[in-house]
């Protein structure tokens, strides 16, 4: 009788998805993929994602996605009802939810570990710069910098702005223009007056004095973060999600060299709009 009973929800599960419309979703835009394959490599989590489906009814198997170039751009869209739900790493999702009264958090999906790497091109002298921001954060990691950087930045309030860390100048050294965007924050943050602030200072200055070599930040949307290191207008990107165990990476091109992680999560959580009484 429990095989039967089981039978018949699944058999309902997927007669609802064949029959209703799916959630529209919005991602900020994946550099290896297009929005409809990375809608089906997420269907393809089967893992922890059909038991996130069974509970929760508003999501279906024919979901969709739209990328956006921007994290202002997509929770814009989220306001106007131009998608349903944004789905956003963890520490990004709480931060938004935090400093936006407008948002609430719908739902969370347990995925693979998730972790940020930065991207180098792959020549000589994107794998030189590789090999050497790998044994700064090797250093980093060794000595506990890194873990100091991730909770005095990362574990606070997010009702105050972080201060911009100051960077080593090393006359006469090699200058390494490194895109950061803003878009996740607080890992990647730009505050209101166009300045880069918080973590993505704090690791890129201690990465940049522990090489030895001049960083200099430029602003980018996370949409152009290939073109920029492709076209040679930066010579490293401040962040790839790379997920653990995938053998295509949605957000990690062909070309790009990656550093070792400097952060990981393994929840990403929805947002929807949310209008407070």
């Known amino acids: 009788m429990k095989k039967l009973l089981l039978a018949i929800l699944v058999a ?9 419309a799916g959630m ?7 550099q290896n993929m297009s929005a409809e394959e990375f809608a089906e490599f997420i269907k393809s989590q089967e893992r922890n994602f059909f038991g996130w489906k069974i509970m ?32 956003l790493p963890e520490p990004v999702a709480e931060y938004v939810k935090t400093t936006d009264a407008g948002v609430e958090i719908s739902c969370a999906l347990h995925s693979r570990t998730t972790h940020l ?5 792959s020549d000589d002298s994107g794998q030189r710069l590789c090999d050497m921001v790998n044994g700064a954060l090797s250093a980093m990691k060794g000595d506990r910098r890194l873990s100091i950087l991730t909770s005095k930045y990362l574990h606070r309030p997010a009702t105050t ?17 490194v895109a950061v965007t803003g878009d996740l924050p ?21 990465i940049g004095r522990r090489m030895g070599v001049n960083i200099e930040l430029v602003n980018i949307d996370s949409g152009a973060r290939t073109s920029a290191l492709m076209s040679g207008r930066v010579d490293a990107v401040f962040w790839y999600q790379v997920w653990e165990g995938v053998e295509k990476q949605p957000d990690a091109p062909a070309g790009v060299l990656l550093s070792e ?5 393994d929840t990403f ?6 209008v407070r009484d």
């Open 261 to 265: 992680p400097y952060y990981e999560w």
């Open 56 to 87: 929760n009814t508003n999501h279906r198997l024919d979901d969709t996605f739209t990328y956006f170039d921007s994290l202002t751009s997509m929770i814009m869209a989220l306001h106007s009802g131009k998608i349903d739900e944004a789905a």
């Open 186 to 206: 607080p890992l990647d943050m730009i505050a209101p007056d166009g300045k880069p602030i918080g973590y993505n200072t704090a690791v890129l200055s201690e």
């Open 161 to 177: 702005l972080p201060a911009a860390e100051s960077f080593a100048s090393f006359p006469g050294a090699e200058t390494v223009k």
């Open 24 to 30: 529209r979703m919005g991602a900020l835009t994946q």
């Open 269 to 274: 959580l929805h947002l929807r709009h949310y």
């Open 12 to 20: 309902g599960i997927f007669a609802s998805s064949a029959f209703g």
């Open 117 to 121: 790497a930065l991207g180098f091109r």
